[in-house]
């Protein structure tokens, strides 16, 4: 019995499920999950002594790769000086000027401690603005575990939407319209029933939890035009795509101006932050200038800041996010190379930092309905298949992919000559 077993076979006892984050368990994918030891650049290593190339970049954040020296060096400063203070410091100041320079719809910034965090705080702040309860999300798309965030569509086209969680109230949930993620009609036929009543739309720019579904041409401008025309405020979710996609983010990318962005992960560079902002006029609404009350003991912790504004620095570098997106898309077409030398058909998407793929005959996917018809048996094999190379995706299909600046030639040539192998066993 390998160590990770054990040590899974332990944490069950005293974790449900043996992890803090369902999607870690492995469910998706089968077998157990192992336990990381430590990083280091493009590289995860398990208990077991094993090595594995690193395509989750803990979910994202690691965009200049593990263990980076400078922040690393910047987190061990801060930590001599103290943990947290629970007052303001400099550095929260230095850091919501460097969010906003970097993202300028940004006007105003205010930190909290996860990305479920962020959006759950922005989407009251939209409601107390706007004076209105409902809002519209897409389906597919996660915004974290918010009780207005977990439902699911109603059984018809437009019915309120439903609990996707024992413990979230139906109450709640009927304030929630879910639409059909790159299909404007979808919100158009919301908003013409339920327009005064609409506070926001969330969505996430790219979407990166159905696997990776860029946005297609004129989508995210066809929300933004929704709202201007409803009085609604529009909310990117850009924990997954904030500073990865683009230096920008997605909003950057796609020219789009949003009036609030939710950052997570990436913007502490590993540490527990999230962040939301945007335009001063709505944010001026927070408490303590404004009404809509939001807090937290530890948020701006120093720690988090520290790292994150040593990242943040380090991703203004020129060429950074091209030389990323260009390892990306070596990573995603090499894959789907690999799958046609061996007949297996493969669709992929890809984005700056993040990509897809897909086990399905179809060409372009655009909808998440497209993803659940994907082979997943066939995802499933193919996961294991590279685990056993040492290559180390996301243990499920609806989750994206993500690269780092650490990801080298010799990382991913392993990750093709990896794939070519696990495609031929697949065919067989
Ligand atoms: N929004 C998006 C787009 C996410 O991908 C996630 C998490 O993966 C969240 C929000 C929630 O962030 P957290 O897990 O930090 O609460």
Redesign the pocket.
């Known amino acids: 019995m390998s160590k990770s077993d054990q040590l899974f076979e332990q944490a069950c006892q005293t974790i449900p499920g043996g992890v803090n984050?369902p999607v870690r368990a492995f469910n998706g994918v089968g077998g157990t999950p192992r336990f990381i030891e430590r990083a280091d650049g493009a590289y995860l290593y398990d208990v077991d002594g094993q090595s594995y190339v690193d395509y989750i970049g803990s979910?994202g954040p690691m965009l200049l790769g593990h263990n980076h020296p400078t922040i690393k060096a910047a987190v061990i400063a801060a930590v001599e000086k103290g943990l947290s203070y629970g007052a303001p410091t400099e550095i929260e100041v230095l850091m919501a000027q460097k969010v906003r320079e970097l993202v300028p719809s940004m006007e105003q910034v205010r930190m909290v401690n996860?990305?479920?965090?962020?959006?759950m705080s922005a989407i009251r702040l939209a409601r107390g603005y706007t004076g209105r309860d409902k809002i519209v999300k897409f389906e597919g798309?996660?915004?974290?575990?918010a009780d207005s965030l977990l439902v699911k569509a109603g059984s018809g086209a437009l019915t309120l939407g439903q609990p996707n969680s024992p413990g979230v109230p139906a109450d709640f949930a009927k304030h929630t319209l879910t639409c059909v993620f790159n299909n404007l009609d979808s919100v158009r036929e919301a908003f013409n029933q339920y327009g005064s009543e609409i506070a926001c739309i969330i969505v996430?720019p790219v979407a990166?939890?159905m696997n990776c579904i860029p946005p297609l041409p004129g989508f995210l401008q066809g929300l933004r035009a929704i709202c201007d025309e409803f009085g609604a405020l529009l909310i990117l979710?850009e924990?997954?795509t904030g500073f990865r996609v683009a230096l920008g983010g997605a909003q950057a990318h796609y020219g789009i101006d949003p009036d609030l962005t939710?950052l997570?992960?990436i913007i502490g560079a590993g540490m527990p932050v999230?962040a939301f902002g945007g335009k001063k006029k709505v944010m001026q609404h927070i408490a303590p200038t404004g009404p809509v009350y939001q807090a937290g003991t530890l948020s701006g912790n120093p720690v988090a800041m520290a790292a994150g504004l040593a990242m943040l620095d380090l991703l203004q570098a020129p060429g950074l996010h091209q030389q990323l997106a260009e390892k990306t898309a070596a990573v995603a077409e090499g894959l789907k190379a690999a799958a046609a030398r061996h007949g297996i058909p493969l669709a992929i998407t890809y984005v700056g930092g993040m990509f897809g793929f897909f086990f399905t005959e179809e060409t372009e996917i655009s909808r998440f309905e497209q993803v659940t018809r994907c082979d997943m048996e066939r995802f499933k094999r193919f996961y294991h298949l590279m685990l056993e190379e040492g290559i180390y995706l996301a243990p499920s299909a609806y989750e994206a992919g993500f690269l780092s600046l650490a990801h080298g030639e010799r990382e991913i040539a392993h990750t093709l000559a990896a794939a070519d192998r696990s495609f031929a066993k697949l065919a067989q």
């Open positions: 984050s979910w996860s990305g479920t965090e962020a959006t798309c996660y915004h974290g575990h996430e990166g939890n979710d924990v997954m939710t997570g992960k999230g």
